[in-house]
């Protein structure tokens, strides 16, 4: 009976450690598997915030509207023009942390001749992160530099100036008040200045 009653306790206590050795097993399975996944999501939380958050982007820098407001041009002998422009700017950025920019000019060139006809001068300032900065400019524009005068005559004869012009808006954009990473913004735009109904058409920018 004695070794009967002894060999039924070893029977229990080695099924116990059987089963306190399986729980332990499982608990370190589950530990295993809860790690292996907060490491995935880690993972998958950094790179979608490298794709997106810390890819710093160039902003955009464009014309959005001009309107004229004083006009004056002839087909004389030499034929002229002064024009002078109130134009909306605007400056867009993607990014996730503030642009800051440095003055600039907008230089315009009249299209038939390529020729320079006037700048504007952009000052400096910030565009938010991931918003639109809107500013108003004002230039003056006139023929004097113009040497192809027989084109410039034809133009103002047919009543439309084809107006080209260009800038680069160079800055920063900062993320977090720790990364600044130099950035510019390129302008090249087209217009069409309809001298009968003084007003600008056809803007297109790229």
Known sequence: MAEQSYQQRKTEMESAAEVSNELERRKRMKLLVYALAFAIFQTIVILVFSLTVMRIKNPKFRILSVTVEDLKAAATNPPYFNIKLNAQVAVKNTNFGHFKFQN??????????????GDAFVGKGRSKAR?????????????????????????IESGFLALTCHSKLSGKVQLMKLIKKKKSAEMRCAMVVNLVTKAVQDIKCQ
């Open 104 to 117: 600039t000019t907008i230089s315009f060139d009249y299209g038939g001749a390529g020729a320079g006809v």
């Open 131 to 155: 918003s639109t900065k809107k500013m108003n400019v004002t230039v003056e524009l006139n023929s004097n530099n113009i040497m192809n005068n027989s084109s410039l005559r034809t133009d």
